[in-house]
Every structure is written in structure tokens, then in C-alpha cells.
């Protein structure tokens, strides 16, 4: 199993980013997949997940409204829109993955990628 991360970056605040999460050697359409990040100092914390057709979705209320996830099953790819950034976004994101069902706990989370760094700063 691969995850690889993609698409962070220095942004200003108010400014856009778009993640995305390429996966490998699994059967990608039937597993959840969630964004999780970590800043420095702090513990990883949920942004978003879906399930394993992209019908349901969760979101950390600190990103509701601003960040979208959503998935391509034919390409084994996910994606987070993230709109309206602020510097309190500013950490390193990753993508994981569990069989079926989306979910909130890291621990629940299978496989991880290496992460992406994301800086938020003027």
C-alpha cells in the first residue's frame, strides 16, 4: 500500500491550496479515506473524510465550510480543496486509509502517506 501526498505550499492567508492524495496497492474504491494534520507542538488532528463512494462526509469543524474533500475512484486519488486558509492551517497534512467506512480516530486509520507541508503566512 502507497499513499503519496501532492500540491502543498507557501499560500497567504485567504489564499487556496488543493491536496491530493495518490494510492496504490489496495483496491481503492472500497476503503474510506481521510486528511489529517499535525502542527508543530500539537497533536494529529481530523480535517475531513468520505466513504468509500464519496457519498458521506465529515468534517473538523474548524475547516467546515472552507475545505472540501472528494475522491476520483478511476484514478485511486483524493483530493482537499482547501479555500479560505488561515495561519492557523499552517501544519503538515496527511492522507490515510481504512476499509469502508469513514472515521475520526487516527488510530482507526491503516495506512498513512508521508505529508505534505502547508504554510499559511503573509
Known amino acids: 500500500v502507497q499513499l503519496v501526498e501532492s500540491g502543498g505550499g507557501l499560500v497567504q492567508p485567504g489564499g487556496s491550496l488543493r491536496l491530493s492524495c495518490a494510492a496504490s496497492?489496495?483496491?481503492?474504491?472500497?476503503?474510506?479515506m481521510g486528511w489529517f494534520r499535525q502542527a508543530p507542538g500539537k497533536e494529529r488532528e481530523f480535517v475531513a473524510a468520505l466513504n468509500w463512494h464519496g457519498s458521506s462526509t465529515d468534517y473538523a469543524d474548524s475547516v467546515k465550510g472552507r475545505f472540501t474533500i472528494s475522491r476520483d475512484n478511476a484514478k485511486n486519488t483524493v483530493f482537499l480543496q482547501m479555500n479560505s486558509l488561515k495561519p492557523e492551517d499552517t501544519a503538515v497534512y496527511y492522507c490515510a486509509t481504512r476499509y469502508y467506512s469513514p472515521d475520526r480516530k487516527a488510530t482507526s486509520y491503516n495506512y498513512w502517506g508521508q505529508g505534505t507541508q502547508v504554510t499559511v503566512s503573509s
Open positions: 496497492g489496495f483496491t481503492f474504491s472500497t476503503y474510506a
